[in-house]
């Protein structure tokens, strides 16, 4: 209330004497003491102690009385009221002057002092915008009038402007309020704003694992906690054929029946269920963390099929379960592959025993064998008597026949072995037919059959030396055996690109129809009934054996029976680049 | 000793075939049923023609052959290995230089008497002794 206290009071009049009147009324301090008393008695209030009641300025035309008012304005010491004369001339008029100061002041009391009406009281009215701001002093005026006048009209100024700054604190107060507001509001929008785009952003995130699960490779489906199936993917869809819609929102184990054909429970309904429930059901469960995984046999399309399924409870952000999520992976193909691995495995374990037995038992008869070789001709040289001397010759046959066999078979099992070939080399054809033709001769002149090497010296081949000569000889044996009763044998031989095809030829007792691929079958005999106890048919079998090592062909022909057949095989020639080495390191 | 001809092999009718062969032309031989046995008349001052089977229980062939070098009694004799087949053997590796010849089994007994009288004419030069 200090800070706006204001007793300064303007009188504007063109009378000194009044002026003087006024001054001793409001400002004079032996009449203040009296005054003080009245003004106790008027309003209950305590006087201001010191001398000095009222500021008292005075202005004696309108025109000064507002340059006054317009220069406490200036330094911030307004007015709290102003007597202002109604007839002042030669100036403004107490109404113009009102008129002029409350443009620039409105907050100024006044008290406009009159004598008689210039002007009717309802002109002023409406001259001025009165308000509560004018009272009317009526001339002559007492000392009380004045002093009560301005005690009132400083006390109402004062009032005034308290309640205007209230006002204003309350304005500011409401403002700040409103501020406050507006922010708060602006936070929450910001807010709103906010948890939309989480909300955009969960959902995408929603749709992004839903859009992985439908393409996930492996079949799919996701249940919640109640059992009841919220997703099933495209590859459960293909697997099972049954259709998402078909499945979404089934309950109760519905899930099952594609698989089973029943509602039964599977590896997803095992996920809460003790180790034993689970492995009652499931024998070979493996776990991984909370993940069940294990194989089943089911009955897709009525084809049996072998699933690999894993299921994992699905949790929320509490731990809570909310679900599980089962995927099933189709390896059907797979164990198919496992069980013919398998099956070959065991063949080929089994074709291993079989070799190294055929090895053994080839072997293990020579044993035996040698004692029946060595004593049996020793015990024909001493008997004479022909029956015992025929039982003899069948020995020594039987003997030599086993002899035979166990012996081929021997090549044939080492020629078949898995093992590398021995290393092809440039070889002279023509020398090594040479070769085998001597050491054939014995066969041959048994039975007066001539043999002729028709092979041009020029011709090399690239084969491995040993079994090259196995390889001719048996042919070259095969041949006497079965050329005419002496006829004739010929080995000729011919370059055709970078391959040599040889051919061995005799007249004699032909093929059927027919018999032209299985004479190289192990055990083939062309002539059943011959009984020929000295071959073991083998030896083509062994040829072929050996010109399949050296990735050639072997065939026959025959005119048919009596019209006599060639044997072909085909060798490879060395490089025509390495020729000339090949020469050098050749081989007879 | 003029026993100039050893036959080692397991089985017992191997080894009397060769006997029986060896008397029809008067050839002394004497025979021994393992490695052992043959070590033993060796140690005993045999020097000769040792046919030695390549397949015998515990000590084989080879082992024998590596048993007569360590033991330095190899010197003077000629080796000749029965074999069921000439096929490659991992334990020949190191000792082959110590065979002078494979003999395959069977044998008829004119292979054997040409053989051994081969293999002595071969012994009579190495040993320097044509006795």
């Known amino acids: ?64 009385g507002w340059a006054k008012v317009r220069s406490s304005l200036e330094l911030g010491l307004p007015y709290a009221m102003a007597f202002v004369d109604m007839r002042m001339p030669p100036g403004w008029d107490g109404v113009e002057t009102i008129e002029q100061i409350w443009q620039i002041d409105p907050r100024i009391q006044v008290v406009i002092c009159t004598a008689y009406s210039d002007y009717s009281w309802e002109e002023v009215l409406e001259r001025l915008e009165v308000g509560d701001r004018l009272l009317v002093l009526k001339k002559p005026f007492d000392a009380i009038e004045v002093c009560q006048l301005a005690s009132t009209m400083t006390a109402k100024w004062q009032l005034s402007r308290q309640a205007e700054q209230k006002l204003a604190s309350l304005e500011e107060a409401v403002r700040r309020r409103t501020a406050e507001l507006a922010r708060a509001n602006e936070a929450l929008q910001a807010d709103i704003v906010e948890r939309k785009r989480a909300e955009q952003e969960t959902m995408n995130a929603y749709r992004r694992i839903a859009d992985i699960l439908e393409f996930l490779p492996d079949a799919t489906f996701v249940v919640d906690a109640q059992g009841t199936v919220i997703a099933w993917n495209r590859a459960i869809e293909v697997m099972t054929g049954i259709p998402k819609a078909q499945m979404l929102g089934q309950g109760d184990g519905a899930y099952a029946v594609p698989l089973y054909g029943v509602r039964r429970s599977i590896l997803i309904d095992m996920l809460d269920q003790d180790a034993e429930v689970q492995e009652r059901q499931y024998p070979d469960l493996i776990r991984e963390g909370k993940t069940l995984s294990a194989e089943a046999r089911v009955m897709l399309r009525d084809q049996l ?111 078949s072995c898995r093992e590398a070939p021995p290393e092809a080399l440039p070889v002279q054809l023509q020398s090594a037919v040479e070769g085998c033709i001597n050491g054939c001769t014995a066969l041959f002149s048994q039975r007066g059959v001539t043999c002729e090497n028709q092979v041009a010296p020029e011709i090399v081949v690239l084969a491995a030396p040993s ?5 001719i000889d048996n042919l070259l044996s095969n041949s006497a055996r079965y050329a005419a009763e002496n006829g004739s044998v010929s080995v000729s031989a011919k370059l055709d690109g970078e391959t040599v095809v040889v051919c061995v030829t005799d007249d004699g007792v032909g093929l059927k129809p027919g018999q032209n691929a299985l004479i190289f079958n192990e055990f083939f ?64 | 000793m003029n026993n100039k001809i050893m036959v080692v092999d397991d089985n017992e009718y191997v080894r009397a075939s060769v006997e029986i062969i060896c008397q029809s032309v008067q050839l002394n031989l004497t025979s021994a049923s393992c490695g052992q046995e043959c070590l033993e008349q060796l140690e005993a001052g045999f020097r000769g023609v ?82």
């Open chain 1, 1 to 64: 209330v200090n800070q706006i206290e204001n007793r300064r009071i303007l009188l504007i009049d063109d009378t000194p004497a009044i002026h003087d009147d006024f001054r001793k009324i409001l400002v004079d301090s032996r009449e203040a003491a009296d005054l003080d008393l009245i003004e106790e008695a008027l309003f209950g209030a305590k006087p201001h102690s010191g001398t000095l009641r009222f500021e008292l300025d005075s202005a004696y035309q309108g025109e000064e």
């Open chain 1, 305 to 415: 099929h072998y699933l690999w399924s894993s299921a994992t409870p699905l949790y929320n952000m509490q731990g809570i379960k909310v679900g599980g999520i089962q995927s099933l992976r189709d390896i059907t193909d797979l164990r198919r592959f496992e069980q013919e691995k398998f099956r070959l495995e065991a063949q080929l374990h089994q074709a291993g025993m079989m070799e190294s037995l055929m090895v053994q038992l080839g072997h293990d008869l020579k044993t035996p064998l040698t004692p029946l070789f060595a004593l049996l001709p020793m015990v024909t040289k001493q008997v004479t008597e022909p029956n015992l001397l025929r039982m003899l010759e069948i020995c020594q046959s039987s003997v030599n026949q086993i002899q035979g066999l166990s012996s081929k078979a021997l090549e044939l099992v080492r020629l």
């Open chain 1, 467 to 471: 079994q090259l000569n196995l390889l």
């Open chain 1, 525 to 588: 005999k062309a002539d059943t009934a011959r009984h020929d106890l000295n071959t073991q048919g083998l030896g083509l079998a062994i040829c072929k054996r050996i010109v399949q090592n050296h990735k050639g062909r072997i065939w026959a022909q025959s005119g048919g029976l009596g019209q006599g057949t060639t044997i072909y095989f085909t060798l490879e020639a060395p490089k025509a680049a390495s020729d000339q080495a090949g020469n050098e390191r050749m081989q007879s």
């Open chain 2, 50 to 131: 040792i046919l030695m089977d390549i397949m015998m229980p515990e000590m084989d062939g080879w082992d024998t052959i590596r048993e007569i070098v360590r033991r330095g009694l190899y010197n003077g004799n000629i080796i000749v290995m029965l074999t069921g087949m000439g096929e490659p053997d991992a334990k020949m590796d190191g000792v082959q230089e110590y065979v002078t010849d494979y003999m395959t089994k069977p044998f008829g007994p004119d292979q054997l008497i040409e053989s051994l009288q081969y293999y002595l004419t071969l012994l009579s030069v190495v040993s320097g002794n044509h006795g």
